[in-house]
Nanobody
Framework: QVQLVESGGGSVQAGGSLRLSCAAS?????????MAWVRQAPGKGLEWVST????????AYSDSVKGRFTISRDNAKNTLYLQLNDLKTEDTAMYYC??????????????RGQGTLVTVSS
């Protein structure tokens, strides 16, 4: 059973920073798979945020976060990260770690964690 556990969310003011983590466990936890972050703002659907290749060398970002967020991974620790800088109020959302995301829009994936909440105030 694959498990993804996110942490690091919190409440910050606009312009602030947070670092999210996602610990993967279970069969071939994360090392051989692309991993991604998605988010869901209050009252809205899931939005793809960023994807990183299994080697960590390739990454992609949505236009809304490009230049502000950085995705990374440590395969030795089976951990995925998302550095959030210059946060805006519109970044307020539940952030989810996913494994084997196969569609960005609509967001579709095989595994997802329980999420960590990021709240950005003005």
């Amino acid at each position: 059973q694959v498990q993804l556990v996110e942490s690091g969310g919190g409440s910050v003011q606009a312009g602030g920073s947070l670092r999210l983590s996602c610990a993967a466990s279970g069969p071939t936890a994360s090392s051989y798979y692309c991993m991604a972050w998605v988010r869901q703002a209050p009252g809205k659907g899931l939005e793809w945020v960023s994807t990183i290749g299994y080697g960590g060398a390739s990454a992609a970002y949505s236009d809304s976060v490009k230049g502000r967020f950085t995705i990374s991974r440590d395969n030795a620790k089976n951990t995925l990260y998302l550095q959030l800088n210059d946060l805006k109020t519109e970044d307020t959302a539940m952030y989810y770690c996913t494994r084997e995301i196969y569609s960005r829009a609509p967001v579709e994936y095989r595994y997802r964690g329980q999420g960590t909440l990021v709240t950005v105030s003005s």
